[in-house]
């Protein structure tokens, strides 16, 4: 009940009770009373039922304050709920979460990219096994499997306009560019050699043939210069010759076919003009008495597109001439002989075969011409991946 309806209900019962017992009411008052007491009473009755009590006023909360999100780093390859402190675990280095390498799918055979300080187009050639020498001469034998890595070589022979490069860029001059016995050798000479042999001889000079008159030192020494390498003596043979769909090596970087004035340049009808004229095959003419332009001949590329892997001018390797492991005939000029590879626009048609070997003397000494031939020429190699 409400205690404010209660009250004095019980004061105005009281105070009837008293005023009878004492007399100060006649019975005629006391009805009349009665008779208002028992109205109040039904109105009370029905404030009572029909008013419900008031609710106690409960003070308003006071307004929680918006929370603010603290930046969390989220770290690549951590699962988003598991960072959830705003600091970075000591287990985790900061740079492992911003540079984390990716994969990068290998360059499908013959991809071809400008690599290195001289812009040289390479062709790519992707890791795995291949069949390296033949049994036609002794030093190819064994014909055996070599797996090498992936590796890019020049898609064309160096240039007499490439290497001009390397001499304006003081090539000569630069130690760091040069092997020890390179730049020893260079030092006996160097008020001699400005540039390579046969430099200013117009049938070998254009721009677009390839250079000429350099020894082993030299064709390093460019190389490094141009952040790569000479090739290695099994890189040259699989990037001329193995068929990488076929699963098989080719008798010529074109394939097995004997070769003909569309796909190299050799001893051929056009030379009519040397001492070993007599020597060269008369059934042939390339269009060249000298070395042609490095982009002649796209009959004659290799399975990975590489141009004039035979004729045109020998070229470097980084190898020592010796015989292959397991060889019946073994033998070892290392130190003494670097091996070439690929004949030239000087030679016939025997020794065309992309598993012929020959060399050449690595040590020049004081001979200054020494190797420095018009018909010895490089191209250049590196690792994957190889920098722009």
């Known amino acids: 009940m409400n205690i404010a309806v209660a009250i004095p209900l019980v004061l105005i019962s009281v105070g009837l009770f008293l005023a009878v017992r004492k007399g100060w009411i006649s019975g005629r008052t006391l009805q009349v009373l009665a008779n208002v007491a028992t109205v109040v009473g039904l109105v009370a009755a029905i404030a009572l039922f029909f008013v419900p009590a008031p609710i106690p006023s409960t003070p308003d909360p006071s307004p929680m304050p918006t929370p603010t999100r603290t930046s969390t ?22 740079e492992a979460a911003t540079a984390i390498p990716t994969n990068t799918p290998m360059p499908p055979p013959g991809t071809i ?17 291949f069949w390296m020498g033949s049994d036609e001469a002794a030093d190819e034998m064994p014909r055996r499997k070599v797996d090498l890595p992936s590796f890019w070589v020049d898609k064309y022979e160096v240039t007499h306009e490439q290497f001009a490069m390397f001499m304006a860029a003081d090539g000569y001059l630069t130690e760091e560019y040069w092997s020890e016995d390179g730049w ?114 796209p009959d004659g590329q290799s399975p990975y597109g590489v141009f004039n892997m035979i004729g045109n001018v020998w070229e470097w390797t980084s ?70």
């Open 113 to 129: 990219q400008k690599l290195g300080k001289d812009g040289s187009v390479m062709a790519f050639v992707p890791e795995g096994e």
């Open 184 to 297: 020893g050798w260079l030092g006996k000479h160097d008020s001699n050699i400005p540039n390579p042999s046969d430099w200013e001889d117009t049938r070998f000079n254009g721009d677009n043939q390839p250079v000429i008159g350099v020894n082993w030192y030299e064709a390093d020494a460019y190389c490094r210069w141009a952040g790569k390498r000479l090739p290695t003596e099994a890189e040259w043979e699989k990037a001329a010759r193995w068929d990488y769909e076929e699963e098989r090596s080719l008798i010529y970087p074109w394939g097995d076919s004997e070769p003909n004035g569309m796909n190299v340049n050799i001893c051929d009808a056009s030379v009519d003009h040397t001492d070993w004229e007599a020597g060269c095959t008369k059934d042939v003419n390339d269009g060249y008495a000298w070395t042609a332009p490095v982009r002649s001949y």
């Open 319 to 388: 190898d020592w001439y010796k015989s292959y492991p397991g060889s019946d005939t073994p033998f070892d000029l290392t130190g003494e002989k670097r091996v070439i590879r690929g004949a030239s626009w000087r030679w016939f048609d025997v020794d065309l075969r992309a598993a012929n070997r020959y060399s050449a003397p690595a040590r020049p000494g004081d001979d200054l011409e020494h190797v420095r031939t018009t018909d010895v020429g490089f191209r250049c190699a590196c690792d994957h991946p190889c920098m722009p």
């Open 73 to 94: 780093p989220t770290l690549t390859g951590v699962p988003t709920e598991t960072a959830t402190s705003t600091s970075v675990s000591p287990e985790v280095p900061t």
